[in-house]
């Protein structure tokens, strides 16, 4: 079962972060939702969410190392989209 490339784009420096594999979308959603609203650990990303994108950027074949990517990334998320608004809760 081949496995998702993805990547955050930092609008600010105008640079990306190394790609990382997940299998499934709702995964590295979950993780890019975790960095963004980390109280533990402030980040960049949970002092400045509107900055980052999260981007899906290919295909990876565990099993043959295979790599394709798309002919153009899609946009998963912004930092605000996954940003909880605390005074909600």
């Known amino acids: 079962m081949n496995q998702k490339l993805y990547f955050i784009y930092d609008s600010k420096s105008e640079t990306f972060t190394a790609p990382t594999v997940n299998p499934a979308r709702g995964q ?12 533990d650990q402030p980040s960049v990303l949970s002092q400045h969410p509107a900055d980052f994108t999260l981007y899906e950027i290919g295909d990876f074949n565990p099993y043959t190392g295979d790599i394709v990517l798309y ?17 909600l809760n």
Do not use: I
């Open 28 to 39: 590295a959603l979950r993780s890019f939702s975790d960095a963004v609203n980390s109280k």
């Open 71 to 87: 002919d153009a990334r899609k946009a998963v998320a912004n930092g605000l989209d996954v940003k909880v608004d605390e005074s």
